[in-house]
Every structure is written in structure tokens, then in C-alpha cells.
């Protein structure tokens, strides 16, 4: 029975008096195995954690480590998914995407720009082309009246015809005679240039009037000449007054009308062709 009871007299280990220290148990062994096994498998789920946080931060280069067991650690972050809201993410599609709208719309912005200048321009050159017309339109109605005959003198009778023959004229009448009193103002029967004025022998004083095609007018026996060579003047303007100088036997215009400043023609019908009837 001594043998298997502990001597009490002595002393154990760590208490030199020999008594136990109160409160003090030996821990049984299978709660420090016990213990053991949370410490390993507590670890793994601690990196886990590290590993997450530190992907998500970003801050760690892509590189492997080797855990203390075994362990892998991935420091590559994940790849963001489309449509990611994640601090630092660019999608190079949605890049493109947003460029290419960036430029439909800046070009759509700049088209009425590019387009209103060209509308403007046909506007302008519509407007100038009508103005052009315009002013020709009004050109030729201002020649309506300028090329319009005239008769030469008012308040008249006629006394000799062209072509008549008598003791008055060395060959047929070359002209039409429009009798009135002296001083009786003569017109121009059209638009021309004066291109002769004076003393004419049978004809007397006597005017030239040349009209842009070439026709002359002849005013003869006139008691005053109211023009000068190389005067423009207007049909219906007062050029002379009615005499009889030259060869007559009473006051009158002798007038003539000769195409190209040619032979005469008979007046008479040169002023009905141009709408004037003596």
C-alpha cells in the first residue's frame, strides 16, 4: 500500500514547502490538443480575410506568397464586371461607347452650323440673281419710252408728201412737211446723238440726228437750231423751232428718214411702223 500512495513528506515540483499551490490544476490533455487544432484552423481563415482585403484595396502587386501550411496567397485583384461602380475601374467598351456618342452628337451640333452658312449663300444668290433681273426688267421699260417715236412738232397739217413731184424740188419730195407757225418748237422723234447742225444750203438750218442703229433724221428749214454736235438727247425733246429758211415758200419741218444714213425713206410710214401717226 506504501507503494502506490505518494509520500507527502515529499516535496513536489515547483513548491518547496511541499504543498500544492492553490488553484492550480494540471490541464487535462485533451483540452491542449483541443486547443491546438482551433490555432490551425483559425489561421487559414485569418489569411482568407488579409487576402480579401488586401484584393479589394488594390494596393498589393500582383505576386504568390506560401502561407505558413501550405497556404496560397493571391494578391491579383478580380476583374471588375461590366457596369462596376468600383473606385479606379475604366471599361474600355464603355470608353468607346461614350466617344463615339461624344462625337455623333458634336457632329450633329456642328451640321446646322455647316448647313445654315450654304442656306444663306443660295439665299444671297437668289436674292441678287432677282435684283439682277430686276434692274434689266427696269432698264428695258425705261427704253420703252426712250426708243419711242415721236411726232416732230404740234399744232401742224401736213402740206407735202415723200415722193411728190413739182416746180419746188429739183427730183421727187425726200421728206414729209409738217406746216406751223415760226417758232413752233421741234422735237426729236427718237432717242439718238446729234451728229450735224447748220446751214444747209436748200435745206436750210438744218439738225442731224443719229439714232443707235445707224438711222439718220434730217430737220430742215428751221428758224433756230437748239442743239449742238455730239449732244445725246431724248425722243420727244425740244431740239429747234419751226422757219423757213432754205428753200420753202412757207414755215414748216421738213423731215427725213434715212436707214443706215442712206437714200430717204417715206416718213409717213416710219412713224406708223414705230407706233406714231402723223
Known amino acids: ?28 490533455r485533451h483540452r491542449a490538443r483541443s486547443g491546438r487544432r482551433r490555432v490551425a484552423i483559425g ?9 480579401l482585403t488586401v484584393a479589394g484595396a488594390g494596393t498589393v502587386p500582383p505576386q ?15 476583374s471588375s464586371p461590366d457596369g462596376t461602380d468600383a473606385i479606379g475601374y475604366v471599361d474600355s467598351r464603355r470608353s468607346i461607347a461614350v466617344s463615339r456618342d461624344s462625337e455623333r452628337q458634336a457632329l450633329q451640333d456642328a451640321a446646322p452650323g455647316r448647313l445654315r452658312p450654304a442656306s444663306e449663300q443660295q439665299g444671297e444668290e437668289s436674292n441678287a440673281e432677282l435684283k439682277s433681273l ?14 419711242a417715236w415721236h411726232l416732230p412738232t404740234r399744232g401742224y ?13 429739183v427730183s421727187n419730195h425726200t421728206g414729209l412737211d409738217f406746216a406751223a407757225p415760226t417758232g413752233t418748237p421741234i422735237f426729236a422723234v427718237a432717242t439718238g446723238v446729234i451728229t450735224e447742225t447748220g446751214w444747209a444750203g436748200s435745206y436750210g438750218n438744218r439738225t442731224v440726228e ?12 428751221q428758224s433756230a437750231i437748239g442743239v449742238k454736235a455730239g449732244q445725246q438727247v431724248l425722243g420727244g425733246q425740244t431740239i429747234g423751232a419751226v422757219g423757213s429758211t432754205g428753200n420753202t415758200t412757207g414755215p414748216h419741218v421738213h423731215l427725213e428718214v434715212r436707214p443706215g444714213g442712206g437714200d430717204p425713206v417715206d416718213p409717213f410710214q416710219a412713224l406708223i411702223v414705230h407706233g406714231v401717226k402723223p
Not at 137 to 146: R, V, W
Not at 157 to 169: E, V, Y
Not at 210 to 221: F, I, K, M, R
Request: proline share 11%.
Open 134 to 147: 430686276g434692274r434689266q426688267a427696269e432698264a428695258k421699260a425705261g427704253q420703252i419710252p426712250k426708243n
Open 1 to 28: 500500500m506504501a507503494n502506490h500512495r505518494a509520500d507527502p513528506s515529499r516535496p513536489r515540483s515547483g513548491d518547496r514547502s511541499g504543498r500544492r499551490p492553490p488553484g492550480r490544476r494540471s490541464a487535462p
Open 43 to 51: 489561421l487559414p481563415a485569418i489569411l482568407g480575410v488579409l487576402t
Open 210 to 221: 443719229t439714232l443707235p442703229d445707224g438711222t439718220e433724221l434730217w430737220y430742215a428749214h
Open 64 to 78: 504568390s506568397e506560401v502561407a505558413p501550411g501550405g497556404l496560397v496567397l493571391a494578391a491579383h485583384a478580380p
Open 157 to 169: 397739217h401736213l402740206t407735202a408728201r415723200f415722193g411728190q413731184a413739182g416746180g419746188h424740188w
